[in-house]
């Protein structure tokens, strides 16, 4: 998107120019109170952007000073007084460079190089993207951005199992992009103070999907399904979960995770009897003996056994063909430690 606008090839993008860059170039523009989270993160890679191409001369309506038309140690340090208005054609006489004006802004070694540098002004100045000159630009934005840091939670939101239109949504609300109204004020919008649905409290994700009052109604008549009516609603519980999961080192791990937040969950219902069914005779015998473990393993096991105090726990073996949640789980790819759990009040 930044590179759109600086090739000014859209309509959008020769919007954008008019509202945000009329009275600057695009690299000294600072964000402002009031701009939008799409263009608030576009001038956060503006820096990574505008190192992935350079500008291939023509008519020469580029900054000479600010924008990559060649090799940036050709230049040298600009001067505290440079122009950012100063093109490069100001500095053409005809078909060739004005020595004299170079001579005024530059001296040697970097007067000679520029003088070197070739231009067709019967064309339009193009953009040539570093190293993929046989790639789309496109994919050479792609090749660029796509070793970003990863999250936990990407996989279980972009899958074939859920539309697009809910993968996205997803993606707004774990990124805290939802027009919620706590949102709304950061950038520069008034608006109340509370929430529309109870007029208690402030609104943001968490209190609207989770702690609303009307959020709550929803969350008791599903924990009436499961015989539950106080479990502890906290998405920062809930990612730590799934966090533990995606960092487990192997299947007897995973196995371990599983059954620890299976008490977690047991313990928030108020249940009094827990039967866990798993199909791991290795996991059993770790947790049921004294059996030792490498470190990874026994941390889990001593996070379990806390929690073992609580209940009346009964541990059984399952066959994987038996252990339908399991399979079904496993063919989805979303973990390997899946446990059955029945609870008793």
């Known amino acids: 998107m930044w590179i759109h606008i600086r090739t000014q090839t859209s309509l959008w993008a020769k919007f954008m120019y008019g509202i945000k860059c009329k009275s600057q ?3 000294l523009i600072s964000k402002k109170l009031g701009d939008s989270r799409i263009w608030t993160n576009m001038l956060k890679i503006r820096e990574i952007a505008e190192d992935m191409y350079t500008r291939d001369l023509g008519n ?3 900054s000479f000073w600010l924008d990559n038309w060649c090799p940036n140690d050709w230049l040298g340090p600009s001067p505290s007084d440079f122009n950012p208005q100063l093109s490069v054609c100001d500095l053409w006489d005809g078909d060739s460079w004005d020595v004299p004006k170079l001579q005024s802004i530059l001296q040697e070694p970097h007067l000679s190089q520029v003088t070197k540098t070739v231009f067709d002004n019967g064309k339009k100045d193009r953009i040539i993207c570093h190293s993929y000159t046989n790639q789309s630009l496109t994919k050479a934005i792609y090749a660029n951005l796509s070793e970003w840091d990863k999250v936990n939670w990407g996989e279980a939101i972009w899958n074939r199992f859920l539309s697009p239109s809910i993968s996205f949504f997803c993606w707004r609300f774990f990124n805290n992009l ?9 950038k520069g919008l008034r608006g109340p103070s509370r929430s529309y649905l109870c007029l208690k409290s402030e609104e943001n994700n968490n209190h609207l999907f ?3 009052e009307f959020a709550q109604d929803v ?3 599903l924990l009436t399904k499961i015989k539950g009516e106080n479990l502890d609603k906290d998405w920062s519980s809930l990612k730590a979960g799934w ?13 371990l995770i599983a059954v620890y937040w299976a008490l977690r969950f047991a313990q928030k219902v108020t249940w009094q009897k827990v039967w866990i069914e798993v199909d791991s005779l290795q996991l059993i015998t770790l947790l049921t003996t004294d059996q030792l473990s490498s470190w990874h393993h026994m941390q889990w096991k001593q996070k379990t056994d806390k929690l073992y105090k609580k209940f009346k726990v009964q541990m059984s073996f399952i066959y994987r063909e038996g252990n339908q949640p399991a399979n079904w789980s ?3 790819e979303v973990c390997v430690g899946v446990v059955d ?3 008793q009040r």
């Open 341 to 343: 759990l029945i609870g």
């Open 219 to 221: 969350w008791k008549e």
């Open 25 to 27: 170039h695009p690299s």
């Open 243 to 255: 966090h533990s999961w995606k960092m487990a080192n192997d299947a007897l791990e995973d196995e």
């Open 210 to 212: 989770l702690n609303c």
């Open 60 to 62: 020469g309506k580029v």
């Open 178 to 186: 939802l027009p919620t109204d706590d949102i709304l004020k950061l």
């Open 330 to 332: 496993v063919d989805l």
